[in-house]
């Protein structure tokens, strides 16, 4: 992916969540689908502003990382209702 | 470093992109900022009502138009860097004044948003999301500061490896950014 592809993603993905919240869906669902995006936007901006994708092994640790942030994230935003 | 064709490729931390030590302040930085924002939704337990009527007088679409302006400085800053490995300072240059005019505006739109905190009587006692509201923009926005100034001297001598990581740096501001906006701003905004 190039880097204004990259950015291309990352402007359809901030408006998507953008457009979830002032849809006025609540709950659950819309948090999670919001966090989701959120998530999908920093691993574009990891492997493709960082260039962390150079380093995959380095790319895989930091997911992981990320993901259990999410997850955390996620749990208390379901336990928020 | 350069390799010959029959070296193997890198890997592990030989693999990684960029400074070293600028690896371990964004990790630094992640960790702090990733730290704040799971207490901010620990502490949303306690009171998801007043959250929810906090989160109300925050100004969403300026929020999300800065999402807009830093993914976009990011672009610029990250084709900086490809024009500084080419050695067109012209191009580097104005390249990496673009990212930070961005930048510039990003705090300009945040003033504009505390400034109708102060005017309502909104402060960091009101209630405790405006705590973390304040702690962790304000943060935020001092990395910004701080990204615009490092975009500025990298630019004086615009080489390859010092435009690579101030570019890194301003990567780190918007990849926490992404994570704060829809945190602060977007979640329960429909409840």
Redesign the interface.
């Not at chain 1, 493709?48 to 962390?52: A, F, N, P, S, V």
């Not at chain 1, 150079?54 to 380095?58: E, F, G, H, L, T």
């Not at chain 2, 701003?185 to 409840?191: D, I, K, P, R």
């Given at each position: 992916m190039s880097?204004?592809r990259?950015?291309a993603v990352?402007?359809a993905l901030?408006l998507a969540?953008?457009a979830?919240?002032?849809?006025?869906?609540?709950?659950v669902w819309?948090?999670l689908a919001?966090?989701t995006?959120?998530w999908g936007?920093?691993q574009v901006?990891?492997n493709?502003?960082?260039?962390?994708s150079?380093?995959?092994?380095?790319s895989r640790g930091v997911a992981l990382v990320l993901g259990l942030?999410m997850a955390?994230?996620m749990g208390?935003?379901v336990?928020?209702? | 470093m350069s390799r010959t064709p029959t070296e193997p490729p890198?890997?592990?931390?030989e693999?990684?992109?960029?400074d070293l030590m600028m690896w371990v302040l964004?990790v630094s930085e992640l960790l702090v900022f990733?730290a704040g924002?799971?207490a901010f939704?620990?502490v949303?337990?306690t009171d998801?009502a007043g959250f929810a009527e906090a989160q109300s007088h925050l100004d969403?679409t300026g929020a999300?138009l800065n999402?807009?302006i830093l993914?976009?400085s990011?672009?610029l800053?990250?084709?900086a860097v490809?024009a500084a490995e080419s050695a067109d300072t012209a191009r580097t240059r104005a390249l990496l004044a673009g990212a930070a005019a961005l930048g510039v505006a990003f705090l300009w739109i945040k003033w504009l948003d505390y400034a109708a905190k102060g005017a309502a009587g909104i402060t960091f006692e009101t209630h405790p999301f405006f705590t973390f509201y304040y702690l962790l923009t304000g943060f935020h926005a001092v990395h910004v500061v701080a990204g615009i100034v490092i975009l500025g001297l990298v630019a004086i001598r615009p080489r390859a490896p010092t435009v690579e990581v101030g570019?890194?740096f301003w990567?780190?501001v918007?990849?926490v950014w992404?994570?704060l906006?829809?945190?602060i701003?977007?979640?329960?905004?429909?409840?």
């Open positions: 880097i204004t990259a950015w990352l402007m901030s969540s953008t979830i919240a002032w849809s006025g869906a609540g709950g819309a948090a919001i966090l995006l959120a936007k920093a901006i990891l493709r502003y960082l260039r962390l150079q380093a995959p092994d380095i942030f955390g994230v208390l935003a336990a928020g209702g | 890198a890997r592990g931390i693999a990684l992109p960029g964004i990733g924002l799971l939704m620990g949303r337990l998801p969403r999300g999402t807009m993914v976009t990011g672009w800053a990250a084709r490809a570019a890194m990567h780190m918007d990849l992404v994570l906006f829809p945190i701003y977007l979640l329960g905004a429909g409840a």
